[in-house]
């Protein structure tokens, strides 16, 4: 199901623990793709704000 859990850069895992936290545990999630929950949630913020620096809506 996740094949290569090395494979792909941050934001790609990041990408896929964001798809998956409506199944399972963000902390279960991070643990098996090696990210911080720090991290993550940095990815998720960054995610919803654009280039310059205004939130999406």
Avoid: P, W
Avoid at 40 to 54: E, N, P, Q, S, V
């Amino acid at each position: 199901m996740f094949g290569k859990l090395e494979a792909g850069g941050e934001q790609q895992k990041n990408a896929m623990i964001a798809k998956l936290a409506t199944e399972y545990l963000v902390i279960q999630l991070c643990l098996l793709f090696g990210v911080s929950r720090g991290e993550y949630y940095a990815y998720l913020k960054r995610k919803d704000t654009d280039r310059d620096g205004k939130q999406r809506h």
